[in-house]
């Protein structure tokens, strides 16, 4: 569990590392080390799928969480520096659409 949590952090700082300042980067990097701790719990005992290792939380949660708070983030255009809902909402749309797409 800690490589995991070690992982979960880096998966979910790729999808923004071009766009956040070194804080937001520690912050999504924070953020997704509870979401790796509750989501492999939560994948392992509610959704009773066998994830032996955590692939799906460390890759699967931690990617769309890093993904959504990219437009939390963001330096340009995210929420935390004024830039309101819309980039955001970009994120999310993605996030959903490929959840959508997933099988």
Request: hydrophobic share 55%; proline share 2%; aromatic share 10%.
């Amino acid at each position: 569990m800690t490589l995991n949590g070690s992982l979960a952090g880096l998966v979910a700082i790729t999808a923004g590392c071009d766009m956040v300042s070194p804080a937001g980067a520690f912050f999504i990097g924070l953020i997704a080390a509870f979401v790796v701790v509750f989501g492999i719990e939560f994948i392992d005992k509610v959704c009773k799928v066998d994830d032996p290792v955590g692939a799906v939380g460390v890759h699967g949660l931690c990617g769309a969480a890093g993904t959504l708070l990219t437009g939390v983030f963001a330096v340009d255009g995210g929420l935390v520096y004024g830039g309101g809902f819309t980039f955001l909402g970009v994120q999310l749309i993605g996030v959903v659409s490929v959840i959508a797409g997933w099988q």
